[in-house]
């Protein structure tokens, strides 16, 4: 009798030690996953927040351009944003004059469209009520090797609100996140505001800026052919799902591009240096990333969740059309890429500016990359 239960225990041992992952291919998948970089942008949209906006929205894609030169484990990494806006009157004082606008997120298009719908008026800046809201209710990574941060810009003293700044940016630092100051103003104002000292004790980098400095990135050679090949781009997605859904995607990207272009020719430019780029994600919209990403199957759709372009071929044509369309978005994206590169070097060369003339995008990339560096981030070419 003992010896049967002593063989039956063998036997559920060997079976268990079998469908448990062994600790070589735990180590493994961690290996395969990408590091992940989330930026929680928190901004100050009162009154005299015009020019605040106005960078924010041109400048979004030269921010995300920069991680195209990121590694970590020699990956680049997986980009997530987050927006908040505070310091607005319309806001209810019961949210403290406060609102999430997108959570964490790697649509870029939505990040775009929320930024442009952005309007000022003059309330609150609770800076300490919008990082403790951030930090509680974002979803943060729980990883060690993760990126983390927060990036307040704002022009009134860091201490108005009911919620002290301190024990908001310490809450912050204890979950790893690191809180990053971007004073509207002069470096004095901001010290006398108490931006440096919020900075301070969030273990992150106080910075400021000229907020109501308009001065464009210059424009050259490259920027009308890249903005023609992010036109060309767009025909290669292939919507799904809800008609309504398929059709919000597609009026989305062009009225984005639209925006982009109108803003400047060198934030077009830089918008199809994105879409050229792997942060630009649409798994949620476009088949052809949802197929790469293994988030369904092509027969898991109905006929009514497929665009018109595919429910006029036979389904075993369908196959077929989807990786022609691959091919040839492949082929723009590189093309892209090789004229962002030329562009990339065109503008290192023009690129004189003073840090006291310093913008929004100047502010965010210089802390992103010292504390990604500080956290084992490589950057694949020189500042």
């Known amino acids: 009798m003992h010896q049967k239960i002593l063989c039956s225990l063998l036997i559920a041992m060997t079976v268990l030690s079998h469908s448990l992952p062994t600790v070589d291919a735990l180590d493994k998948n ?70 999430q606008i997108v959570p964490f997120t790697d649509d870029l298009d939505l990040l775009s469209e929320k930024l442009f719908e952005l309007q000022t008026n003059g309330g609150e800046e609770y800076c300490g009520a919008v990082i403790q809201d951030a930090t509680h209710n974002l979803e943060w990574s729980t990883r060690s090797q993760d990126l983390k941060l927060i990036f307040i810009a704002g022009n009134e003293p860091f201490t108005q609100g009911p919620v002290d700044f301190r024990s908001s940016c310490r809450l912050a630092v204890a979950r790893g996140i690191t809180v990053n100051t971007i004073h509207c103003g002069s470096e004095e104002e901001g010290r006398r505001g108490l931006w440096a000292e919020g900075a301070r004790i969030g273990e992150g980098t106080f910075l400021n800026i000229n907020h109501d400095d308009i001065r464009p990135t210059p424009s050259t050679p490259y920027d009308k052919r890249l903005i023609e090949l992010s036109g060309k781009l767009n025909s290669t997605y292939v919507p799904y799902g809800a008609k309504e859904k398929q059709r919000r995607f597609l009026q989305r990207q062009q009225a984005q591009d639209a925006n982009a272009a109108e803003a400047a020719p060198a934030v077009g430019a830089g918008r199809a240096a994105t879409k050229g780029s792997s942060f630009y994600r649409n798994s949620d ?64 060369k023009l690129s004189k500016e003073e840090e006291s003339n310093a913008q929004f995008d100047d502010a965010v990339l210089k802390a992103v990359r010292t504390q990604a560096k500080a956290q084992h981030f490589e950057y694949t070419i020189a500042e």
Not at 70 to 88: F, T
Request: aromatic share 6%.
């Open 285 to 348: 919209f476009d088949l052809l990333d949802a197929l790469e990403e293994g988030k369904l199957e092509l027969k898991s759709l109905m006929e009514n969740e497929l665009p018109e372009e595919l429910t006029k071929l036979a389904p075993d044509k369908r196959e077929a059309y989807l990786a022609e369309k691959k091919k040839t978005r492949e082929a723009i994206r590189l093309e892209i890429k090789k004229l962002n590169r030329k562009r990339t070097e065109h503008l290192k």
């Open 30 to 99: 961690r290996a395969n996953k990408r590091a992940k970089v989330q930026l929680a942008i928190l901004l100050d949209t009162s009154g005299s927040m015009e020019g605040l906006i106005h960078q924010a929205r041109t400048q979004l894609w030269k921010i995300v351009n920069d991680f195209e030169f990121c590694r970590k484990d020699k990956k680049r990494p997986q980009l997530e944003v987050a927006l908040y806006e505070y310091g607005k009157s319309s806001l209810p004082v019961t949210e403290q004059y406060l609102r």
